[in-house]
């Protein structure tokens, strides 16, 4: 260093980064007792969207639910923040519905910035960290001011800010998001710690002002009548403020990005990082799928307070000038000014396999990663990194067990496995094809699933914990309740079986059957059940959709169980693959880079075959 540095004082974990991985990772590690720092670049943007205002959506609905059951604050900023809910999916099985919430992306950043500053036993703080280093008492980190603070566990939170470079058309600059500093100085110590770093790419759309649009050229998207909060402690729904819109791309603006592809650095090989493969660029649509005629445009409100509207599906690396031109060609932009301008940013992360399940570095005890520094894209997913990491962080310095969710518990489980086993080549995305017990893995029974295991950890309160204690006994007698209940036939019930085109009853028949008929629900045979208690909707819900997939349930539990037979055959750590007779080189090398910590996580490694985990089992069981 540089610049002098002194002693700022002692920590027990030191989170890097307020981000939506650094706010969980913080305000966990603090709510279960250790003393914590929270550093970030710039207070005025502790939580912020660089990219998309909203919070939830396909899979990532899931991970806020389960983010919430486990005591975490996302759910809980998104309800306060809401513009419009939307459940998406619901002409689909329950397995894939995801509760999806346009944000108030400077009120949810404030509700996110007082948070951590009311917590006891975090301390947040506005410094650069530009050193760290290992010593014999702890991680020391350095500001660029010259402030020391040594601590038992650092949480690398950086988002793309480590190492930081924004493209626009030929135009290239070291920042962070939104015009923030890039984390440079940091980069370049964590190549000197041996971190095994890599460059990934991510970007974002234009925004634009909502007087400049023309609404009446796009389709109107409203939020749902009836809505669902994110959190199990919010008393009252959200209500829809705002509406969306859609638009679509045409020919024109086709080839308008055509006509400037050679001026997309992405396409002139200027960036070197790789991007998203599931959400791309808009000239990558156009490249990737050129037989489309069209794709899809949402425009949505980055706030209440501000004229700013968000042009999702439309980001961008293209030149200022290509960009106004391109979105000009679209029905109800035509007029449109550009308030910020479209980039792409490229940043440092970790190559995944380096960690532990626990989200600590195998290589560099005490030092833990989440977020986009873990290769991951997303605000939810990177919440959800954040919460194990400071969870993690803290069981450790407190000599705990540490908390490890399998893929059979959660998509926390799903996603973290995914990292840390397969690792990723392009930012990782949630999605709810990447879980094989997704009709387990449901929204609806996030609570039951992790509510259990944030309550032992003590980052649920008793209140939250006895209500859900309260849904759950309601949900098993209801189902034992119309397991054993029989309807008789009657005119009016065989008027209804008819209008919905099925069999008609002649003798008595048990309710949870009738239920069961895909073109029946719980609801439409309340009026024949005179027994029915007076029950909410999330205990309906539950009810109905364990009696109706009971069989695929079912089936899907034993799946699970002989998951968790193969989880439960420990690999020693010391184990010597080169040891291990009738091993393939490449399973050797991945076993070698992966270090698993069990034959269920071998089976799941890239490379390693059916046939390498049998070998590897026989060996294990030779003694």
């Known amino acids: ?106 009120a949810y950043s404030g509700y996110m910035k007082h948070a951590v500053e009311l917590e006891e036993n975090l301390e947040v703080r506005q410094a650069e960290i530009v050193d760290l280093t290992k010593e014999d008492d702890g991680w020391h980190c350095v500001t660029k001011l010259g402030a020391e603070y040594v601590s038992k566990a650092v ?62 050229k796009l389709e109107l998207q409203e939020g749902d009548e009836k809505t669902e909060p994110f959190s ?29 592809l050679h001026r997309s650095p992405l396409y002139a090989g200027v960036i070197e990082g790789v991007g998203p493969r599931y959400c791309p660029s808009i000239e990558d649509k156009v490249v990737r799928f050129a037989d489309k005629k069209r794709h899809q445009m949402f425009v949505e409100p980055c706030g209440e307070d501000t004229e700013e509207m968000y042009l999702q599906g439309m980001s961008s690396s293209l030149p200022e000038e290509v960009q106004l031109k391109f979105y000009r060609t679209m029905k109800g932009l035509e007029n449109v000014k550009i308030m910020r301008t479209a ?170 059957d009738l239920i069961k008929r895909p073109q029946l629900s719980y609801e439409m045979l309340a009026p024949f059940d005179k027994d029915r208690p007076n029950l909410s909707d999330m205990v309906k819900e539950k009810v109905e959709i364990e009696i109706k997939y009971e069989g695929y349930l079912t089936r899907q539990q034993a799946q699970i169980d002989e998951m968790l037979r193969l989880e439960r055959k420990v690999i020693p750590s010391d184990i010597n693959y080169d040891d291990v007779y009738g091993l393939r080189l490449e399973a050797r090398e991945k076993l070698k880079k992966v270090s698993p910590a069990n034959i269920g996580q071998a089976s799941r490694i890239s490379g390693v075959s059916p046939a390498d985990v049998s070998v590897l089992m026989i060996y294990l069981s030779r003694d």
């Open 1 to 106: 260093m540089s610049i002098k540095s002194y002693f700022a004082g002692n920590y027990d974990v030191v989170v890097i980064g307020a981000g939506h991985a650094g706010i969980e990772a913080a305000l966990a590690a603090a709510r279960l007792g250790t003393k914590t720092i929270l550093f970030t670049i710039s207070l005025d943007w502790v939580g912020n969207m660089p990219c998309n205002p909203s919070i939830g959506g396909t899979a990532k609905g899931h991970l806020v639910r389960e983010l919430d059951a486990l005591g975490g604050e996302m759910g809980k900023a998104a309800d306060k923040t809401t513009l419009q809910s939307r459940m998406l999916n619901r002409g689909k099985g329950p397995a894939v519905h995801s509760l999806r919430a346009q944000i108030d992306r400077r």
């Open 155 to 216: 949480i690398i939170c950086t988002g793309t800010f480590l190492g930081g470079r924004i493209f626009v058309g030929e135009v290239n600059y070291e920042s962070g998001p939104d015009g923030n500093f890039a984390a440079t100085e940091l980069a370049l110590s964590l190549k000197k710690l041996g971190l095994p770093l890599r460059r990934f790419k991510t970007g974002t759309p234009a925004r634009v002002l909502k007087s400049s649009i023309d609404f009446s």
């Open 232 to 260: 199990y402690s919010t008393k009252t729904a959200p209500k829809n403020t705002a509406v969306c819109h859609i638009g679509y791309t045409n020919d024109e603006t086709k080839a308008v990005i055509l006509e400037n």
């Open 343 to 512: 980039y792409a940013i490229e940043y440092d992360c970790i190559d995944p396999l380096a960690l532990n399940a626990t989200l600590e570095l195998k290589e560099h005890s005490g030092l833990y990663g989440a977020g986009q520094f873990n290769g991951s894209s997303g605000y939810e997913e990177a919440a959800a990194q954040g919460l194990v990491a400071g969870i993690n962080a803290a069981l450790k310095i407190q000599g705990k067990e540490p908390l490890i969710l399998t893929r059979a518990s959660s998509y926390i489980g799903t996603l973290i496995d995914d990292l840390v086993t397969k690792g990723c080549s392009d930012p990782y995305r949630m999605m709810t094809s990447r879980s094989e017990y997704r009709l387990l893995l449901r929204q609806d029974n996030a609570d039951e699933r992790m509510m259990p295991i944030g309550h032992k950890l003590g980052l649920l309160s008793d209140e939250i914990y006895n209500k859900f204690l309260e849904r759950k006994a309601q949900k098993e007698a209801e189902i034992e309740r119309v397991n054993h209940t029989f309807l008789a036939p009657s005119k009016e019930l065989n008027e209804l079986l008819s209008s919905v085109d099925t069999a008609p009853l002649s003798t008595g028949v048990r309710l949870s």
